[in-house]
Each structure stands twice: as structure tokens, then as C-alpha cells.
């Protein structure tokens, strides 16, 4: 079965200091993967997809990036974090974009001083 | 533009109080709707896939419908595991990317 591993759990960070959140996904080949950012009360607002190595596609401009150094491997980073990208960050993969679902990691709570 | 809404934001009910959550959309060209729970501190975790007008999928307690312009989510009888925010997105032909509702904090009292 697929299961998809994304760490930390949590982080604090100072202002400006660089950024790298990692997630897997083991069980499946060539999947899509997501970076989502969920604010609370409010919808997931997706960040980046990718539908194959090397290829990241950006929905919002912000100061972030991601890379998928790897098939399986998704990274969301930083080089000067901004009090404004706190939040709660999920990564999630899916077969392909035709209709079907996407399933999550744990997400990552990331507070910025 | 390609759009949804859930409501009630929450909902409290007693253990065994039989209710509903909506999720109403706009949309060109449903390719799919999803409903999904999320529990607090976790990532969301998928509960069904709907494709067309008058499709229904249950699972356990909770049953999912589908209109031309909304979606369902019936719960039979909570118990309070039930408890949690259940988040409802869609998918359409314009944009592959989910659509995604802020969805319905439900809780479930003993």
C-alpha cells in the first residue's frame, strides 16, 4: 500500500533564516505531488505541484520553492523565512490530475519569531 | 470562477442526532467531488470520490450525495469519533488543481 511521509512534525524558525521541509511517498511510481499551505478556518490554498521530476509548477507567487530532486521525494523550502509563512503545510500525492483523490501526510505546523 | 462553500463552519449535535453538511459549488464541468476528514493537528484524510449527479457512496456512519450544484454528507447516528472538520473540494475541467471548501467543524457530545 502507498503511504506518503512528510517531516517535521513541527517547527519554529526565526525571521530570515532558510527553509526545507521534506516529504516521501513509498508504494508508488511516478505520482503527482502537492505542497499545500491551510490557514485556519480557511480552505487549502496549494502552493506547488509536480508531475514528474524536475517539473514544479507554481500556483501563487510567495516566498517559497520546491523541488523534486527525486520521483518520490517532494522538497518545500526557503531562503529567508518571512513572519508571514507560518502556518500549517501539507504535503499530499495523487495517481495523476484526472479526478482523482489526493491523499495527505501529517502536515508540518511551522511557527516563524 | 470555480468556487465552493460548506456550510454550517459547525456544527454540535449529541451522540446519536442524525444531521447533514453541505457543500455547494460552482463549477465548469464537475470532474469530481471529494470529501475528506481532518482531524486536529493531522493531515486530511480522503473519505469518497463523487463523479456524477444522483451518485451516493457510504462508509460506516456517513453517506455522501451529489446534485448538480451541491453535495451531502450524512451522518446516521454519531458517535463522538465522528468529531472532526470535514473538508469538501472539487475538481473541474478548466483546472485540474482541487477547489477546496473551508469546511464543517463537527462535534460529537456524549
Known amino acids: 500500500s502507498q503511504t506518503i511521509h512528510q517531516w517535521p512534525a513541527t517547527l519554529v524558525q526565526p525571521v530570515g533564516s532558510p527553509l526545507s521541509l521534506e516529504c516521501t511517498v513509498e508504494g508508488t511510481s511516478n505520482p503527482n505531488l502537492y505542497w499545500y499551505r491551510q490557514a485556519a478556518g480557511r480552505g487549502l490554498q496549494l502552493l506547488f505541484y509536480?508531475?514528474?521530476?524536475?517539473?514544479i509548477s507554481s500556483e501563487v507567487p510567495q516566498n517559497l520553492s520546491a523541488s523534486r530532486p527525486q520521483d518520490r521525494q517532494f522538497i518545500l523550502s526557503s531562503k529567508k523565512l518571512l513572519l508571514s509563512d507560518s502556518g500549517f503545510y501539507l504535503c499530499?500525492?495523487?495517481?495523476?490530475?484526472?479526478?482523482?483523490?489526493?491523499?495527505f501526510g501529517d502536515g508540518t505546523r511551522l511557527s516563524i519569531l | 470562477e470555480d468556487q465552493v462553500t460548506q456550510s454550517p463552519e459547525a456544527l454540535r449535535l449529541q451522540e446519536g442526532e442524525s444531521s447533514s453538511l453541505n457543500c455547494s459549488y460552482t463549477?465548469?464541468?464537475?470532474?469530481?467531488l471529494f470529501w475528506y476528514r481532518q482531524d486536529p493537528g493531522k493531515g486530511p484524510e480522503f473519505l469518497f470520490t463523487?463523479?456524477?449527479?444522483?451518485e451516493e457512496k457510504e462508509k460506516e456512519r456517513l453517506k455522501a450525495t451529489l446534485t448538480k450544484k451541491e453535495s451531502f454528507l450524512h451522518i446516521t447516528a454519531p458517535k463522538p469519533e465522528d468529531s472532526a472538520t470535514y473538508l469538501c473540494a472539487v475538481q473541474g475541467d478548466s483546472n485540474y488543481q482541487l477547489i477546496w471548501g473551508a469546511g464543517t467543524k463537527l462535534i460529537i457530545k456524549p
Open positions: 509536480s508531475v514528474g521530476i524536475g517539473q
Open positions: 499530499a500525492w495523487s495517481i495523476d490530475s484526472s479526478n482523482q483523490p489526493q491523499h
Open positions: 463549477v465548469s464541468g464537475l470532474r469530481g
Open positions: 463523487l463523479y456524477s449527479a444522483g
